[in-house]
């Protein structure tokens, strides 16, 4: 009887193993369908070159369509994107619609609206040299191109590129940052409903994925990031001769002189830094460069606004982005509680490791070789560096790798024309921050470690296409002077063709000296 | 290593004293380059013939002639480039102002090639100058006497505080490379050029890569009186650019089944007459660069089947390095002729059924730096142009297209990425940085936390540039959501 109840016990226990085996069997079955391997991309980028290569990408309808079409999950899905961006990183709706949504539409309808001059062959000048000739630029997509986005603005640094690269004409693969699982997810699924999935795929997922997706040969890659993975990426590029677009980020340093109105400096220091995702953007105000005098009156006018703008308690507002994660939050807090800036925060910091929120921090007098001055800060923590005198600024930061963005506060000309000559940066804001970023005409993008190539308005279907030469020459009026065999008469009909002299071409014809 | 670090810190030095961002510093370095060429136009002449047997027009058709022009060029039209661009902003902002300012990225490495030793080393050159940025430049040691002769003589002429010349081979390439620049532009060949990317890839340096590939020449129907000069043209495209060694030499043609003996006869006249009758007799034409290239070159008609559709040429003169303008007739398109850039005097002719299917033909290989259409039929220069990539086209004619200032010269995917000539070096060597101006009036509340419909719609309308919507909002006439 015993060793039958034991028996019994036994089977239980086999059967409990044998479901146990099934269910890991279905899992890794599961996991071997959604895995995006070397196979699934081989796959996929041949399905991307035959698509290419019938053509239908350059046409004008197709690129209209889709960039409506693109227009449309913008348009017709606001409140998905704006749970998606929320379930992200908390961000309040406001800055969802402003800097999300409205930008891509803006982006998109700009693109639409001159699509048919931008595809339009630029004809350009020829000379003498080439006489008779005619010449042009001809715009056109370079094939297949990959796309790696960010997690901070998940919805708009992953559809810009998009719609620069489509308005070229191109063929796309977009990967969403999985740091930002909500809005990737929701990608996936509207770009996949709405666009011409032949031509137009998103590929999810991490490392792994990324990895192989960076084996394949790309005909151009757009990264936005940071300058460590951008080095991967670049190197990944050159197997191939991969052209690529790099925006990266930096510390971006504000100077703030004293003869400003400091209510409204404030207000836009603000705006730029806590008001775009808490302090979690490329172009985010890292930290403050202002005299020991006037430092005290910055601080407190910083305080002030900041009450109005957040309340007694930030950690409750609404209008804060939280933390994206756990590992930002702790290389956060690291730099809030580095030794040598014990003593230096004047304003704000305190957490909330639950909700993974920071209130805005503002540190005063920070040492140059503390933590939080030697690397991008990506938070809501704002550092305040004092000097004598305003000038010493250029050098601090001109000993620093460039930026993505440089920002000045000024009445004083003199000082606006050093900083423009002086300060190299991918771009510069002279009394605002961050709004540089919504001027189609003005080119986006870094130089040096903060990135390469630039984009926005037609500089996105500028920087998706390439620009071919093409010369027309007739048959009339061929001088028999530039083939061989070669005299002395020939060099210098030669030479005064080469010079623009139609005195000494004429003297050459005729044999004058 | 040493010595190259100091020079690099030199370099560095001098940048940031600023001396190199003033327009007439620039002026002077491109006044100085035209002065070298005017003084040594002798000494230039003779460091090609030893190195390359160039002939002194040749030389300065493709050399001196062309720096020249392109810093005159330059010259005269820096004063335009180095001015910031006006930009228009959106009204939304006003009052604001917008301009994007040209400026130099800072220390630039130059690597230049053997074939067109001064072009491919000064008129990079003149871009980075011109643009403001101190400039390492490294010239081929396969040209010696030219490397030589741009090394002694640079510095007699340009700040050489601030331009440096850095000769050597691989082992001096590779040590550059280590260094951190601002910019590398390289002109060479692909498998290098992954090496250099790859390097700067370490420290975020954006490259240019002029390189090369098997440049096709589609060649249709024509008039007889077009042909001939086609066929000069195509003659004096392909072998009087040293010898076919040119990364837009032509380096190979597709004509139809039933041209190509006319196109080998004219071809065959036009060669004697502009090189030379027979191997004895050749003239006007480079030699073969080193001792390496001719046994490349020579390896490739090894192949029997190749060698079987030699139809004018195909001697070699192994102790002068010459290789006589040599025309094949349909080789293996798998041979190792029709595989890899020739670079070199010989040219396989494909023919074809239909001049359309060179389309195919070209597609089904990498992206070349250049093709050539001899045609004027309008529809297939449209088709030429829409279906087939490379770095430019040219139609009825070779050559001629590197001569134009205001083309971009630069390649696609396997031949390179990046351009320069004319405004485009500046270009390149450039950063371009976007400047807003703003002043403190007409603040827009609606910008700042904390947050409310009021402040959502009047977001909604500004970003739609809606201004009379605005202004009802703001009257309080404008209430509901759109």
Known sequence: MRSAYINKEREIEIEKEIEREKEKETEREMDNDSKFDGESARVMMKELRETYSTGKTKSYEWRICQLNNLLKIAEFHEPEILQALHSDISKPEFESFVHEIWLIKTSCKLAIKELKRWMKPEKVGTTLVTFPSSAEIVAEPFGVVLIISAWNYPFLLSLDPVIGAIAAGNTVVLKPSEVSPATSSLLAKYIGEYMDSSAVKVVEGAIPETSVLLEQKWDKILYTGNSKVGRIVLAAAAKHLTPVVLELGGKSPIIVDSDIDLKIAARRIISGKWGCNNGQACISPDYIITTKDFAPKLVDSLKLQLLKFYGEEPLKSDDLSRVVNSNHFNRLIKLLDDDKVSGKIVHGGQRDIVNLKIAPAILLDVPEDSLIMNEEIFGPLLAIVTVDRLEESFNIINSRPKPLAAYLFTNNKKLKEKFVGDVSAGGLLINDTTLHLTVPTLPFGGVGESGMGGYHGKFSFDTFSHKKAVMYRSYLGDASERYPPYTTRKLRFLKAVMNGSFLDIFRAILGWP | ?482
């Not at chain 2, 090496?195 to 249709?220: D, Q, R, Y």
């Not at chain 2, 002729?337 to 299917?357: A, Q």
């Not at chain 2, 390149?428 to 101006?437: M, N, Q, R, Y």
Request: glycine share 8%; net charge neutral.
């Open chain 2, 1 to 482: 290593m040493e010595e190259l670090s100091r020079s690099v810190s030199e370099l560095k030095q001098t940048f940031n004293t600023g001396r190199t961002r003033d327009v007439e510093w620039r002026k002077a370095q491109l006044k100085g380059i035209i002065k070298l060429l005017d003084e040594n136009e002798l000494q230039i002449f003779q460091a090609l013939e030893r190195d390359l047997g160039k002939h002194p027009v040749e030389a300065y058709r493709d050399e001196i002639g062309v720096i020249k022009k392109s810093a005159r060029f330059t010259l005269s039209s820096i004063d335009k480039w180095v001015a910031p661009t006006k930009k228009q902003v959106p009204l939304l902002f006003y009052p604001s102002k917008g301009v994007v300012m040209p400026e130099p990225l800072g220390i630039v490495l130059i690597f230049s090639s053997w074939n067109f030793p001064f072009t491919l080393s000064l008129d990079p050159l003149i871009g980075a100058v011109s643009a403001g940025n101190t400039v390492v430049l490294k010239p081929s040691e396969l040209a010696a006497e030219c490397s030589a002769f741009l090394s002694k003589t640079i510095p007699l002429y340009l700040d050489c505080k601030a331009i440096k010349i850095i000769e050597g081979g691989v082992e001096v390439a590779e040590k550059l490379l280590q260094q951190k620049w601002d910019k590398i532009f390289y002109t060479g060949n692909a498998r290098v050029a992954r090496i250099v990317m790859s390097a700067a890839s370490k420290h975020l340096t954006p490259v240019t890569l002029e390189l090369g590939g098997k440049c096709p020449a589609i060649f249709g129907s024509l008039s007889d009186g077009d042909m001939k000069v086609a066929i000069k043209r195509i003659a004096s495209g392909k072998w009087g650019p040293c010898s076919g060694q040119a990364c837009v030499g032509i380096d190979y043609i597709l004509v139809e089944h039933q041209h190509a003996s006319k196109l080998i006869d004219l071809l065959k006249k036009t060669i004697k007459k502009f090189y030379g009758e027979n191997m004895g007799s050749l003239k006007n034409l480079c030699k073969i660069v080193n001792k390496h290239h001719f046994n490349r070159l020579h390896n490739l008609l090894e192949d029997p089947a190749v060698a079987a559709s030699i139809v004018y040429g195909g001697s070699l003169d192994e102790q002068n390095l010459f290789i006589e303008p040599t025309i094949l007739l349909d080789p293996p398109v798998d041979a190792v002729i029709m595989v890899e850039e020739i670079f070199g005097p010989f040219l396989p002719i494909i023919t074809l059924d239909d001049i359309h299917e060179s389309i195919e033909f070209i597609n089904s290989r990498e992206k070349p730096l250049t093709i050539y259409a001899f045609t004027k039929d309008e529809s297939f220069k449209k088709q030429i142009l829409a279906e087939t990539s490379s770095g430019s086209v040219t139609f009825n004619d070779t050559f001629v297209l590197n001569a134009c200032d205001n083309l971009p010269f630069g390649g696609v995917g396997e031949s390179g990425f990046g351009r320069y000539h004319g405004k485009y070096s500046f270009d390149t060597f450039s950063h371009e940085k976007a400047v807003l101006e703003r002043t403190f009036y007409f603040e827009l509340e609606g910008r700042h936390p904390p947050w409310n419909d009021f402040k959502l719609q009047f977001i909604r309308l500004a970003y739609n540039y809606d201004y009379f919507g605005l202004v009802l909002l703001l009257l309080g006439l404008k209430r509901k959501f759109t």
